[in-house]
T-cell receptor, first 116, second 111 residues
Framework: KAGVTQTPRYLIKTRGQQVTLSCSPI?????VSWYQQTPGQGLQFLFE???????NKGNFPGRFSGRQFSNSRSEMNVSTLELGDSALYLC???????????????FGPGTRLLVL | EDKVVQSPLSLVVHEGDTVTLNCSYE??????LLWYKQEKKAPTFLFML????IEKKSGRLSSILDKKELFSILNITATQTGDSAVYLC???????????FGDGTTLTVKP
């Protein structure tokens, strides 16, 4: 079974621009979560989508948004980029069966974003 | 707010040594605790722990959870240079998809 894929793998943008990152989950997985990883802040949860709906949200400003399509693929958008947005953005998928069901999240390779 | 604290932050050992990594947590409506290994790429899953006192084992790695004292340990015996990585601990609350991660323990194994 193919793993989680993320595109692009690397991206360089300038301040003020916007960016869209894409994530394709493992086939059959319906939950997609996004994380930001930086050396200073570690791995921080952004949001989780399930069945095209945002189910959980972390503590990030409104410039960070996402969506999920009917095939479970997800996109994450960051508008008005700031230098501090430079990070590795990781996507993880899981079955998404719901509360009480133990699940494992499988991570994609990440998109490394550099904001100049 | 959910919180995960890992210790030590970094560790340097020699091949053949045994190491113990610690993870303590505070979470509302705990569901599971997970360990990941991260090298120069995305984290890879190691263990998921949901019940106290039951050791999970995979080769030289093992882990156990104490839900009363709110901590977990990850043991690596007979370490090898390939074990060098950042080991991340995460806790999941009820409601799938959201994990809170610790800052990780950077393990360096010298030949």
């Amino acid at each position: 079974k193919a793993g989680v894929t993320q595109t692009p793998r690397y991206l360089i943008k300038t301040r003020g621009q916007q960016v869209t990152l894409s994530c394709s989950p493992i086939s059959g997985h319906r939950s997609v979560s996004w994380y930001q990883q930086t050396p200073g802040q570690g791995l921080q949860f952004l949001f989780e989508y399930f069945s095209e709906t945002q189910r959980n949200k972390g503590n990030f400003p409104g410039r960070f948004s996402g969506r999920q399509f009917s095939n479970s693929r997800s996109e994450m958008n960051v508008s008005t980029l700031e230098l501090g947005d430079s990070a590795l953005y990781l996507c993880a998928s899981s079955l998404g069966l719901g509360t009480g069901i133990q699940e494992t999240q499988y991570f994609g390779p990440g998109t490394r974003l550099l904001v100049l | 707010e959910d919180k995960v604290v890992q210790s030590p932050l970094s560790l340097v050992v020699h091949e053949g040594d045994t190491v113990t990594l610690n993870c303590s947590y505070e979470v509302t409506n705990f569901r599971s605790l997970l360990w990941y290994k991260q090298e120069k790429k995305a984290p890879t899953f190691l263990f998921m722990l949901t019940s106290s006192g039951i050791e999970k084992k995979s080769g030289r790695l093992s882990s156990i959870l104490d839900k009363k004292e709110l901590f977990s340990i990850l043991n690596i015996t007979a370490t090898q240079t390939g074990d060098s990585a950042v080991y991340l601990c995460a806790v999941e609350a009820q409601g799938a998809g959201k994990s809170t991660f610790g800052d990780g323990t950077t393990l360096t194994v010298k030949p």
